[in-house]
C-alpha cells in the first residue's frame, strides 16, 4: 500500500530555521500537506501544495516538492518557541479526500 | 477558518461501555466527514468515511458493529464505540471538508481538537 514517512524527531536552536522533510510512495499524488498538532489537540492545516507546482511560500513557511524523487520537506524560518507542535505530512490523489498520513516529525525548539 | 469541534474532549469508561463522540461543523455543511485514530507517537489512521445520509464507508480491518458510525446531519456525524476494551484507549479525531464555490475540491481539511478516550 501506498506509504509517507518522516523522521520521527527534529531539534532546532530558536531563530534557526527547521527543515522537516517527507517522502511519499504515491506517484498518483495530487494534493500535499503539511499539519501541525500541538500537544492534546487536533490537526491544523498549515500550508498546501498541488503536485504541479515545486514550491509554495506562506510568510515563514516554504514548502519545496520534489515530484521526481516524491520528497516534500517543509522549511519553517526563524523557528520560535510556539513552532514546537508535531508535523504531519499527508498526500491525498484528486477526488479522493482520503489523505495519507506520516509518522509526524516532533519539532523541537532549544532555547 | 472553518471551525470543527468534538464532543466530549476526554473520556473515561469502563471496560464493556459504549461510548459516543460526536463531530460537528460549527460554520459549514459537511455532507463528508472523515474519523481518525490516533496511537501514541504514532500517525492518524483514517477509520472510516461518515456521509451524510448513507452508510459510512470503513477502511480494510475496522469493525462496523464495533465503531458505529451516524451522519444524521450535514453538520454531526457521531462515533459509537461500542462495548469498549482498553486497547480501544486512543485519542479520535474528526475532520470535514468545507464545500468550495464551483464545486472544486482542493481537499483541505478542517480537523476537530480530537477525543482522548481512556477504557479501564
Not at chain 2, 50 to 55: A, D, L, R, V
Not at chain 2, 78 to 90: K, Q, R, Y
Request: aromatic residues 10%.
Amino acid at each position: 500500500g501506498e506509504d509517507v514517512e518522516q523522521s520521527l524527531f527534529l531539534s532546532v536552536r530558536e531563530g534557526d530555521s527547521s527543515v522537516i522533510n517527507c517522502t511519499y510512495t504515491d506517484s498518483s499524488s495530487t494534493y500535499l500537506y503539511w499539519y501541525k498538532q500541538e500537544p492534546g489537540a487536533g490537526l491544523q492545516l498549515l500550508t498546501y501544495i498541488f503536485s504541479n507546482m515545486d514550491m509554495k511560500q506562506d510568510q515563514r513557511l516554504t514548502v519545496l516538492l520534489n515530484k521526481k524523487d516524491k520528497h516534500l520537506s517543509l522549511r519553517i524560518a526563524d523557528t520560535q518557541t510556539g513552532d514546537s507542535a508535531i508535523y504531519f505530512c499527508a498526500d491525498s490523489y484528486f477526488g479522493n479526500e482520503k489523505l495519507t498520513f506520516g509518522t509526524g516529525t516532533r519539532l523541537t525548539i532549544i532555547p | 477558518g472553518a471551525v470543527v469541534s468534538q464532543h466530549p474532549s476526554w473520556v473515561i469508561c469502563k471496560s464493556g461501555t459504549s461510548v459516543k463522540i460526536e463531530c460537528r461543523s460549527l460554520d459549514f455543511q459537511a455532507t463528508t466527514m472523515f474519523w481518525y485514530r490516533q496511537f501514541p507517537k504514532q500517525s492518524l489512521m483514517l477509520m472510516a468515511t461518515s456521509n451524510e445520509g448513507s452508510k459510512a464507508t470503513y477502511e480494510q480491518g475496522v469493525e462496523k458493529d464495533k465503531f458505529l458510525i451516524n451522519h444524521a446531519s450535514l453538520t454531526l456525524s457521531t462515533l459509537t464505540v461500542t462495548s469498549a476494551h482498553p486497547e480501544d484507549s486512543s485519542f479520535y479525531i474528526c475532520s470535514a471538508r468545507t464545500g468550495l464555490a464551483g464545486g472544486s475540491n482542493t481537499g483541505e481539511l478542517f480537523f476537530g481538537e480530537g477525543s482522548r478516550l481512556t477504557v479501564l
